[in-house]
């Protein structure tokens, strides 16, 4: 059976060309045809999600902020930070799916999984109607553990593969460098989400292994690779 290809997933947006997370990376993501997009989230000190992956905005927009002990106006006029509901919007608009991952440990712990329920049941309404399919995902084991009630898709992300023996996600999340060793398929019911493939040789074993979904930094270098094999 020939090896079929994995959605692709633009990891923070088209960000090899775009600055990450910000709207032009989505926009670009769209254009160059990805599938779904995958985002960082983390809660401002008024309790708003924004698509973030440090703690402070020191690498991104060369600024102090810490986001958790920040309000989002002060964010934002530091730096046009785009928030979960935008990233929605964009997604819904465009038919893409959505990986959206949680960031931890963070002072406010489990805040960011109930907030993060709250909007998208919000607007699980408009997400079905678009057909798109959305996963909540995160490094921390207790994260994962506490969506286990919610019938969202969950994935647990980890660097080794032997992490996933006590995996309490719905999907796995290995690092590429974590899945040459891996049979090709999914695991037992799991689907397989991984991160992050950016060089040919990393998009061609994703393909060889039947990955499910494979985020990249570059959509339309992925999509050339994947339509050429």
């Given at each position: 059976m ?7 997933f633009?990891?923070?947006g088209?960000s090899?060309d ?16 990805a599938?779904?997009?995958e ?23 060369d600024c ?5 002990e ?5 964010i ?21 799916h ?8 963070v ?11 709250k909007?998208?049941e ?23 553990a ?20 006590f ?8 690092g ?5 060793k891996?049979?090709a ?9 991984v ?8 998009i ?13 930094d ?5 999509r050339s690779i994947l339509?050429?094999?």
């Amino acid at each position: 059976m020939a090896p079929s290809n994995p959605l692709i997933f633009a990891h923070r947006g088209a960000s090899f060309d775009y600055p990450e997370m910000s709207r032009e990376a989505y926009l670009a993501a769209v254009e160059q045809g990805a599938d779904g997009f995958e985002t960082d989230l983390r809660l401002t000190k008024d309790h708003i999600i924004v698509c973030w992956h440090d703690a402070t905005m020191k690498r991104v927009a060369d600024c102090d902020l810490v986001i958790a002990e920040s309000t989002f106006a002060e964010i934002q006029a530091a730096y046009p930070v785009l928030t979960l509901t935008e990233l929605l919007e964009i997604a819904l608009e465009h038919g893409k799916h959505l990986a959206l991952e949680t960031k931890h440990p963070v002072p406010t712990h489990g805040a960011i999984e109930r907030e993060l329920l709250k909007v998208l049941e919000s607007y699980r309404a408009r997400i079905d109607a678009a057909g798109i399919f959305v996963s909540i995902m995160s490094f921390s084991w207790f994260a994962i553990a506490r969506l286990r009630r919610s019938d969202w898709n969950t994935v647990f992300l980890a660097v080794h593969r032997w992490f996933f023996i006590f995996n309490p996600g719905r999907s796995m999340g290995p690092g590429v460098t974590a899945i040459a060793k891996m049979r090709a398929g999914r695991s037992g019911n799991r689907k397989v989400f991984v991160w992050t493939a950016n060089t040919s040789e990393e998009i061609l074993l994703c393909r060889e292994k039947s990955i499910d979904v494979m985020m990249t930094d570059r959509p339309a270098f992925a999509r050339s690779i994947l339509e050429s094999a």
